[in-house]
Structure formats: C-alpha cells, structure tokens
C-alpha cells in the first residue's frame, strides 16, 4: 500500500436496540465482513444518496414538508380553520 491509499480512520460511537444490532451482526456474518465494516459501508452509502438527494433539490423541498407537518402537529385546528 503506497502512501496515497493510506486513508485516516476516524470511530464514530451510537448506541442501537438489541433488534438492530442481532441485525447488523447477522448480516455482517453473512458477508463475511466485520460490524465496523458494514457500518462503515452502510454510512458511506447512505451519504453518497443523501448528497445526491441534496444535488436534485429533495432535501430541501422535503424540509418545507416537514416545517408544515410540525406547525399542523403544533395547533392542528388553527390552521384547519384557515385553509376553510
């Protein structure tokens, strides 16, 4: 490995349910790959979809989704009221 492939490695901590875990551990067994591992793959996935999702506009019209659906669960009659 030259020094161009040599990569730092940063851990990243959080918690799961039992649920989750027996999860990752059966998949990661299945792969042949460690928890970390598949972890890691998990998060560098799920970002690279993420940023794409963020190039095409989704998050942030998602976000305006998400401001109405709190301000509805905030006063729900209010602004009922005004839509009529």
């Known amino acids: 490995m030259n020094k161009k492939e040599i990569?730092?490695?940063f851990t990243v901590c959080g918690r799961v349910d039992e649920k989750v875990f027996n999860?990752?551990?059966k998949l990661a067994g299945k792969a042949g790959i460690s928890?970390?591992?598949?972890i890691g793959n998990m998060i560098e996935v799920?970002?690279?979809?993420?940023?794409?999702?963020?190039q095409?506009?989704?998050?942030?019209?998602?976000r305006v989704f998400d401001d109405?659906?709190?301000?509805?669960?905030?006063?729900?009659?209010r602004h009922m009221?005004?839509?009529h």
């Open 7 to 9: 990569q730092q490695k």
């Open 23 to 25: 999860r990752l551990n």
């Open 35 to 38: 928890q970390s591992r598949l």
């Open 46 to 54: 799920s970002l690279d979809y993420l940023e794409f999702m963020d």
């Open 56 to 62: 095409i506009g989704v998050i942030a019209f998602t």
């Open 68 to 77: 109405m659906r709190e301000k509805l669960k905030s006063d729900p009659g």
């Open 81 to 83: 009221a005004e839509c």
